[in-house]
């Protein structure tokens, strides 16, 4: 097999985690009396961080605010808290991650989970729904340790950790933020359809494979000589 080492993204491309980013959002904007916005307006603005989330969700006229750097930083905190509660209550697997997952593991393929979601929110629900042995690391955000993707430190880190080099390495995600991290660190892009950006955007940003199923990327994996 060419590739030894999988690195994959956790929203979107292991488990839908929309529907409780998107209650624990309006929870927050509702906190402050701002309108609700449905899951599509909120998963306009994931990808890159927790904080960059809340920013991108909170109304445009809040930007203008004299205190607005404690405003947001305010937000933040009340948006984590109703996270940190409602984070499980209809996140799930998609279809076909649990046993791609066995599969490889079985396989000896090395395995890594890479978030900008908060560290402890990505061991929490990774440890939640998949078993924690599978995985060489599980990996979110933590301010002052890794940049968050698509800076390459965190997957460079991570193909380390698996004793894999980078271009043994394949980095699967949904958006273009992965697509580009995956480039940034010299690993293989590989996009799937599942989660929250359409095909055009994983392909314009330099997708090598698209996988309409997990059952692909399997067979990507084991039959690339």
């Known amino acids: 097999m060419k590739y030894k080492g999988i690195i994959f993204d956790l929203d979107g491309t292991v488990a839908d985690t929309g529907e409780d980013l998107s209650t624990a959002m309006n929870l927050m904007l509702e906190s402050f009396g701002f309108e609700k916005k449905s899951r599509e307006e909120t998963l306009k603005y994931i990808n890159m961080g927790a ?123 949904d958006s273009n933020i992965d697509m580009n991290t995956a480039q940034n660190a010299g690993m293989f892009p590989l996009g799937v359809t599942w989660g929250y950006r359409p095909e055009s955007v994983l392909i314009e940003a330099g997708a090598k494979k698209i996988a309409y199923n997990p059952s692909e990327i399997l067979d990507f994996i084991l039959n690339i000589k």
Do not use: W
């Open 51 to 173: 904080r960059e989330f809340v920013k991108g969700c909170l109304p445009d006229e809040v930007k203008n605010l004299p205190n607005y750097q404690d405003f947001l930083e305010e937000a933040f905190k009340r948006y984590f808290g109703f996270y940190e509660e409602h984070c499980l209550e209809n996140t799930h697997l998609y279809g076909g991650i649990a046993g791609l997952v066995k599969s490889l593991y079985e396989k000896n393929i090395k395995m890594c989970v890479l978030s900008n979601k908060q560290d402890n929110m990505t061991k929490k629900i990774v440890t939640s729904l998949l078993n924690q042995e599978y995985f060489t690391e599980i990996l979110g955000f933590t301010d002052g340790r890794f940049p968050h993707k698509p800076k390459p430190d965190s997957a460079l880190y991570l193909a380390d950790r698996m004793g894999v080099t980078p271009d043994k390495t394949v980095f699967i995600g």
